[in-house]
């Protein structure tokens, strides 16, 4: 009697062993089915690491006036990095204002001359932003190498120096920086700039200016 019990012990036992291992290559094979025959995949840490490293740009572009016509920008930024997500960004940008339609105005009164060669004078930006990276990931050039890249927004505030005066200027926008290398990087900004103006009829006016720059930044240390 004891050994027909330990004989159907031993039978039941496989079976529920049997059903095991079936039920265990279904999820297998519908896991298979389900994502294409690759495994999956958690949280991927960075391969680009920002935090604490000093970043150097030097950028270059078109500043489009919202009063005046457009004329090419540059300069360059200075960020420090405090974490992956958050960086604090001294920028200086040179550019000037120009009003195409004074000119031909001139041409027929000369006693406005003066007065477009004064609108003409280089204008210089003086800005601070906090940077704010919200998204990164990666991209295929032209079925090529994979490369990174850190999506961002910026907020700050500084100064705008014309000739004769200097007015305080708000700033956003955003931008998008390709990691090329673990020290190198290409960098695209948009920027609206907002701030005072005086008019060519003499009034003044709150403008916003657009900025599109690019440019390429360093990253000191050269190795994270």
Known sequence: MVRWLLLVAVLGFGLMSTSSVRAQCVDEALKQQLVGRRAYRGVVPRLFKKALRHE?????????????????????????HFSEELGLEASYFRTKRSFEFLDSIAQSNPSLVDFVREEEAPVNLFMGHLVWSLAYGKVRWMGGGISRFDFYVSLGA??????????????????????LTQWLALRLDVRDMVHAQRAPLGEDKVVNDIAALGGLSLFIPFSS
């Open 56 to 80: 150097l740009s030097p950028m270059g572009g078109w500043y489009a006036g919202d009063l005046s016509d457009g004329a090419p920008m540059y300069g360059g930024a200075y960020t420090f």
């Open 158 to 179: 500084g100064a705008t120096d014309t000739p004769g005066s200097v007015g305080v200027t708000g700033s956003g926008g955003f931008g998008l920086k390709f990691f």
